[in-house]
């Protein structure tokens, strides 16, 4: 790789200084350790990372993939470890759970490249339905977890990780929280790699296969081999200790970084012993070492009280009787995110200090503003037309993505949500229970991702469901990532720019398949209403592209905005009860529409009993 890269992040310029996020951070990590294969599933807060290496990949020579679900990627980047590549791949939290089954059996078999598997956590439900803790994976699955804390240490610690994989021969993961994925800080840039792994699969099929005769073995190997991960950790530089005194803060992730900062704008480290916990298997040797050194401990870390119930089972291991604090003695909570201010209160009580001065600063209350659809977003009108259709009393089971904000009013199309996939699966189980007709929501993507069974179980049983896929042709909510769906024709021939959905849901016998505009409202609404009237499983395709995507890739695309006339609107307020399209504005009884928001949908305008919408002629039509 060039220094003159025309990206800044592949610059080989050693010792140079650049303020990145710290997704960026683990980019740069993996490319000083000569990544060469790359594959993931987006969600955020891990997206950036594979947009990232989505753009370099070709001047990297890095073999890239958007997989089709998060198991994929794990499976197709561990093979690839098989033969000596470097790999990687991403997901966010919920990804790793989707990947579970690969998952468990990999730290058996082994990798030979390095196998760095980055799980981005997401504290405080911040983009997810939930929160999960993914430390305990090194404890229940034998995985080497590495938790930075800031930008810098993500960087450092994934360009480590590599060759730490090969060398135990155990995959390992990054979890990054959301605060550290989406932080910037300054990273300085070490060397580039100028030579990368020789890539080449030698056949041992008493190592590569894990039948049960072969897995007893590697389950002794295993237990070898993550005693030898602590071992090496112990020299890894990722458990720095500052500070001194007689009065001990063991932290870990951002948590830490929280932390240090308190420490040190109150002028405590002085009194205070900090050490930082920067990856699983925390030595145990370390642990003993500081806990020997202070009379007591107070663990700042985020979720479950992981660390500090390593260190209370240390502590009475080796006969250390001091306090624990943390959790469980009542210092933090248990569930979400931290925040500076809320450590800062804990070190003050542990350490009997004044309370924090609060802010005396008074915010007005705002209203909420929950996340919405785009204005001339195709999901809106699709739900608006199937509302009309099949009424209140329908039962609704949405799915992640785009669609999930249908959600609550105005839309009402959301009445079941639980995971990727499973609103077929919910609407097959309410169905069948209830006697009544069901709808399912789902995306192109999402369909791809985990749909395409759920739908064949749906089939074989021949379920009461409509499921209707909402396909916008893009991966829209986590960045507009490809889609494997793009302006299908029913053809049901694989080309270039995607598959074709239709020909999907017939290969899994389903006879009742329908594909339609959702704007074009008369056709659609004939669609459905033979969809509601029907027997069995039956499949509608609402087809529109994502208007903020076209926005971005066609200077073509455009349709005029729409305005309203004062002197006809008499403040019914349908256009915002029925939609809530967010170019919509209402001041007291006064309607407008925002026409640099509006993208000219028609949607509002069918739905004004009184005209008073129309489209904006332009000057030169």
């Given at each position: 790789m060039s220094s003159a890269?025309?990206?800044?992040?592949?610059?080989?310029?050693?010792?140079?200084?650049?303020c990145l996020l710290g997704n960026l951070g683990i980019v740069r990590g993996a490319l000083e350790a000569g990544l060469q294969f790359f594959s993931c599933y987006p969600g955020t807060p891990s997206s950036e990372i594979g947009d990232?290496?989505?753009?370099?990949?070709?001047?990297?020579?890095?073999?890239?993939?958007?997989?089709?679900n998060e198991k994929i990627a794990v499976e197709v980047a561990f093979a690839a470890s098989l033969t000596g590549a470097r790999s990687m791949c991403a997901m966010k939290h919920l990804g790793l759970s989707s990947a579970s089954d690969p998952i468990s059996s990999m730290p058996y078999v082994g990798v030979e490249g390095g196998l760095v598997v980055v799980s981005a956590g997401d504290p405080s439900a911040i983009t997810s339905p939930n929160e999960q803790d993914q430390r305990h994976y090194s404890k229940f699955q034998y995985y080497p977890v590495f938790d930075p804390a800031t930008p810098e240490d993500a960087r450092k610690m994934t360009r480590y990780a590599f060759g730490f994989?090969?060398?135990?021969?155990?995959?390992?993961?990054?979890?990054?929280?959301?605060?550290?994925?989406?932080?910037?800080?300054?990273?300085?840039?070490?060397?580039?790699?100028?030579?990368?792994n020789t890539v080449k699969f030698t056949k041992n099929p008493p190592r590569y296969v894990p039948i049960p005769v072969n897995a007893r073995r590697m389950r002794l190997e295993l237990t070898e081999r993550f005693k030898k991960a602590e071992t090496l950790l112990e020299t890894s530089g990722f458990y720095p200790r500052t500070g001194s005194g007689r009065r001990g803060v063991i932290a870990s992730g951002v948590a830490y970084a929280y932390t240090a900062q308190v420490l040190e704008d109150l002028d405590l480290l002085g009194e205070v012993s900090l050490l930082q916990v920067g990856a699983y298997p925390a030595p145990e040797k370390l642990l003993v070492a500081f806990l020997e050194s202070v009379d007591s401990v107070l663990v700042v870390e985020e979720l479950t009280p992981y660390v500090e119930e390593l260190v209370s089972l240390v502590a009475f291991r080796h006969g250390r009787q001091i306090s624990v604090l943390g959790k469980r003695s009542g210092h933090f909570r248990e569930e979400f995110e931290y925040s500076p201010d809320i450590v800062e209160d804990a070190v003050r009580d542990y350490l009997a200090l004044d309370r924090r001065k609060k802010s005396t600063v008074t915010i007005p209350k705002l209203p909420p503003r929950p996340p919405v659809l785009c204005p001339g977003c195709p999901h809106r009108t699709s739900f608006h037309i199937v509302?009309?259709?099949?009424?209140?009393?329908?039962?609704?089971?949405?799915?992640?993505?785009c669609y999930t904000l249908g959600y609550g009013e105005p839309l009402n199309a959301c009445d079941v949500l639980l995971c990727m996939g499973s609103s077929i699966s919910q609407a097959s189980g309410i169905a069948r229970m209830t006697g009544n007709r069901t709808v399912a929501y789902i995306g192109d993507s999402t369909f791809f991702h985990s749909g395409l069974p759920a739908l064949a179980n749906a089939a074989q049983a021949n379920d009461?469901?409509?499921v209707i896929i909402l396909d916008n042709y893009i991966?829209?909510?986590?960045?507009?990532?490809?889609?494997?769906?793009?302006?299908?024709?029913?053809?049901?021939?694989?080309?270039?720019?995607?598959?074709?959905?239709?020909a999907a849901v017939r290969g899994l016998g389903v006879e009742d398949v329908s594909i339609v505009d959702p704007f074009d409202e008369d056709a659609t609404k004939s669609v459905l209403k033979s969809a509601k009237a029907g027997s069995g499983l039956n499949v509608v395709i609402c087809r529109s592209p994502c208007v903020v995507h076209e926005h971005r890739v066609s200077k073509d695309f455009h349709r005029a905005p729409f305005k309203i006339t004062p002197e006809m609107c008499n403040a019914c307020s349908a256009c915002v009860r029925v939609l809530g399209c967010p170019s919509i504005l209402v001041e007291g009884s006064e309607?407008?529409?925002?026409?640099?928001?509006?993208?000219?949908?028609?949607?509002?305008?069918?739905?004004?009993?009184?005209?008073?919408?129309?489209?904006v002629i332009p000057e030169d039509a």
């Amino acid at each position: 790789m060039s220094s003159a890269s025309r990206f800044e992040i592949l610059q080989d310029n050693p010792g140079a200084r650049a303020c990145l996020l710290g997704n960026l951070g683990i980019v740069r990590g993996a490319l000083e350790a000569g990544l060469q294969f790359f594959s993931c599933y987006p969600g955020t807060p891990s997206s950036e990372i594979g947009d990232t290496i989505a753009r370099i990949a070709s001047d990297a020579d890095i073999e890239f993939e958007y997989s089709v679900n998060e198991k994929i990627a794990v499976e197709v980047a561990f093979a690839a470890s098989l033969t000596g590549a470097r790999s990687m791949c991403a997901m966010k939290h919920l990804g790793l759970s989707s990947a579970s089954d690969p998952i468990s059996s990999m730290p058996y078999v082994g990798v030979e490249g390095g196998l760095v598997v980055v799980s981005a956590g997401d504290p405080s439900a911040i983009t997810s339905p939930n929160e999960q803790d993914q430390r305990h994976y090194s404890k229940f699955q034998y995985y080497p977890v590495f938790d930075p804390a800031t930008p810098e240490d993500a960087r450092k610690m994934t360009r480590y990780a590599f060759g730490f994989s090969e060398e135990t021969r155990l995959p390992v993961i990054m979890r990054p929280t959301t605060r550290v994925c989406h932080a910037s800080g300054m990273v300085e840039f070490a060397a580039l790699p100028a030579e990368r792994n020789t890539v080449k699969f030698t056949k041992n099929p008493p190592r590569y296969v894990p039948i049960p005769v072969n897995a007893r073995r590697m389950r002794l190997e295993l237990t070898e081999r993550f005693k030898k991960a602590e071992t090496l950790l112990e020299t890894s530089g990722f458990y720095p200790r500052t500070g001194s005194g007689r009065r001990g803060v063991i932290a870990s992730g951002v948590a830490y970084a929280y932390t240090a900062q308190v420490l040190e704008d109150l002028d405590l480290l002085g009194e205070v012993s900090l050490l930082q916990v920067g990856a699983y298997p925390a030595p145990e040797k370390l642990l003993v070492a500081f806990l020997e050194s202070v009379d007591s401990v107070l663990v700042v870390e985020e979720l479950t009280p992981y660390v500090e119930e390593l260190v209370s089972l240390v502590a009475f291991r080796h006969g250390r009787q001091i306090s624990v604090l943390g959790k469980r003695s009542g210092h933090f909570r248990e569930e979400f995110e931290y925040s500076p201010d809320i450590v800062e209160d804990a070190v003050r009580d542990y350490l009997a200090l004044d309370r924090r001065k609060k802010s005396t600063v008074t915010i007005p209350k705002l209203p909420p503003r929950p996340p919405v659809l785009c204005p001339g977003c195709p999901h809106r009108t699709s739900f608006h037309i199937v509302n009309k259709v099949f009424g209140k009393k329908t039962v609704f089971c949405n799915d992640i993505g785009c669609y999930t904000l249908g959600y609550g009013e105005p839309l009402n199309a959301c009445d079941v949500l639980l995971c990727m996939g499973s609103s077929i699966s919910q609407a097959s189980g309410i169905a069948r229970m209830t006697g009544n007709r069901t709808v399912a929501y789902i995306g192109d993507s999402t369909f791809f991702h985990s749909g395409l069974p759920a739908l064949a179980n749906a089939a074989q049983a021949n379920d009461a469901i409509t499921v209707i896929i909402l396909d916008n042709y893009i991966t829209a909510m986590t960045g507009f990532q490809p889609s494997l769906s793009k302006n299908g024709d029913g053809d049901g021939a694989k080309r270039a720019d995607g598959f074709s959905i239709e020909a999907a849901v017939r290969g899994l016998g389903v006879e009742d398949v329908s594909i339609v505009d959702p704007f074009d409202e008369d056709a659609t609404k004939s669609v459905l209403k033979s969809a509601k009237a029907g027997s069995g499983l039956n499949v509608v395709i609402c087809r529109s592209p994502c208007v903020v995507h076209e926005h971005r890739v066609s200077k073509d695309f455009h349709r005029a905005p729409f305005k309203i006339t004062p002197e006809m609107c008499n403040a019914c307020s349908a256009c915002v009860r029925v939609l809530g399209c967010p170019s919509i504005l209402v001041e007291g009884s006064e309607y407008t529409i925002d026409e640099e928001l509006c993208d000219g949908c028609e949607l509002c305008a069918r739905i004004c009993q009184h005209d008073a919408i129309q489209q904006v002629i332009p000057e030169d039509a």
